[in-house]
Structure formats: structure tokens, C-alpha cells
């Protein structure tokens, strides 16, 4: 029973295309993220999202949009897709602020943009 | 700005110890938290340290200096299934994590 699901796993498309990436978590939990991973590896915050509101939005460019229907589901949507977004997604899941604040990260989305 | 600095490789054989450290600078500073994720696969939790000392899980223990804007991850009995990239993450107000730029951790035999 996977805890967060994300799809598609592989994503190769031309630049300038719409696509989204969904994500879903089964844990219950109230907060759910988005995270760039680089060709380096740098893992890099996105967006947050705790009970359907956004609470971090850091400085990402309006190409991205993420949309939460509801507390389970956080979605990624990008706009005219350049080669730069090229990268590895990653939704994750935490209960949100907690003692530790574990996150649960998907398996992630690896993005080419040709 | 915020930044977490980790060296960028360690080797080691297997059955040997090693220290990863990481030293932080970030506002609004919660915890350090370490993940572990293998070539092609998510990162996943580790430890967490709120406070300052050693906490310990199995193999693996963590360690915070506040004062110091410091911690570690300390592996010990290495296995070849250890070998992946380590990152130290800082807890933001607001639960976001900040990583480092990780660690890769090669194990030989």
C-alpha cells in the first residue's frame, strides 16, 4: 500500500509543452510538498501546502502552478515547459509541524524537457 | 541566507565508521534532520535532532551542537547496502526542509 504516489514516474517532452504531475499521499497527513532535485542532486523546496492552503511558495517561476483539491492530493502543473525544468519531482507528505516533522517523500518524477 | 554545508563524497570499507558532519546557517531554526537516498530512489528519513546531544537508531546516530551550528551523522559497521547520498536538512518554521547539497557514500569491501 504505497504511502505517496506520484505519476507519471517518467516524463520526456518537448519544450514549450503544458504538462502536470500528480500526487497523491494515504497517510492522512496535512501537509504535502513539492521538491526540485537537480542534476547535482540539490533538493530544493518548491512549494508547501497544509490543508489545502498554500503556505510556502518559494521563488519558483509562475510557469509552475500547484493545485490542491483537497488534503490528499497536491498536483504540479507547468506552463511552457523550457530545458531548464529538466529534473527529478518529488511530492512528500508530514503531519505536518510536529516533534519532527518526518517527511515522506514519492518515488518522483523524472522531467526531460527536450 | 540559508545554506547547510556537508562534504561532497566519503569512502569507507565495510565494517569502518563514518562521520558525516554538516554545519548550518539558517534563520528560524528548528532541527537538523538527515535523509538517505539511494541511486534512483527517494530520499528517506533517518534521524532528527531538536535538541542538542546524540541520538542514536541501530547503525546510525545523529548529533546537534546549536551553539555550534553543527551536526553529524555517525554510520557505524558499514554494509555495501549503505553506499548512497546523505543530506543534513534543516526544519524551518513553517516545516519546510532546507538540505544540504549531500554527501555520497561510497562502501567497499
Known amino acids: 500500500d504505497t504511502a505517496v504516489s506520484q505519476t507519471p514516474k517518467y516524463l520526456v517532452t518537448q519544450m514549450g509543452n503544458d504538462k502536470s504531475i500528480k500526487c497523491e499521499q494515504n497517510l492522512g497527513h496535512d501537509t504535502m510538498y513539492w521538491y526540485k532535485q537537480d542534476s547535482k542532486k540539490f533538493l530544493k523546496i518548491m512549494f508547501s501546502y497544509n490543508n489545502k492552503e498554500l503556505i510556502i511558495n518559494e521563488t519558483v517561476p509562475n510557469r509552475f502552478s500547484p493545485k490542491s483539491p483537497d488534503k490528499a492530493h497536491l498536483n504540479l502543473h507547468i506552463n511552457s515547459l523550457e530545458l531548464g525544468d529538466s529534473a527529478v519531482y518529488f511530492c512528500?507528505?508530514?503531519?505536518?509541524?510536529?516533534?519532527?516533522?518526518?517527511?515522506?517523500f514519492g518515488p518522483g518524477t523524472r522531467l526531460t524537457v527536450l | 541566507g540559508q545554506s547547510l554545508e556537508q562534504p561532497s563524497e566519503v569512502t569507507a570499507v565495510e565494517g569502518a565508521i563514518v562521520q558525516i558532519n554538516c554545519t548550518y546557517q539558517t534563520s528560524g531554526f528548528y532541527g537538523l534532520s538527515w535523509y538517505q537516498q539511494h541511486d534512483g530512489g527517494a530520499p528517506t528519513f533517518l534521524s532528527y535532532?531538536?535538541?542538542?546531544g546524540l541520538e542514536e537508531t541501530g547503525r546510525f546516530s545523529s548529533f546537534l551542537s546549536r551553539s555550534d551550528s553543527y551536526g553529524y551523522l555517525l554510520l557505524q559497521e558499514l554494509q555495501m547496502k549503505d553506499s548512497a547520498s546523505y543530506f543534513c536538512?534543516?526544519?524551518?518554521?513553517?516545516?519546510?526542509?532546507?538540505f544540504g547539497k549531500g554527501t555520497t557514500l561510497s562502501v567497499s569491501s
Open positions: 535532532n531538536a535538541l542538542d
Open positions: 536538512a534543516s526544519n524551518q518554521a513553517g516545516t519546510a526542509l532546507i
Open positions: 512528500a507528505s508530514s503531519p505536518g509541524t510536529g516533534s519532527n516533522n518526518e517527511q515522506f
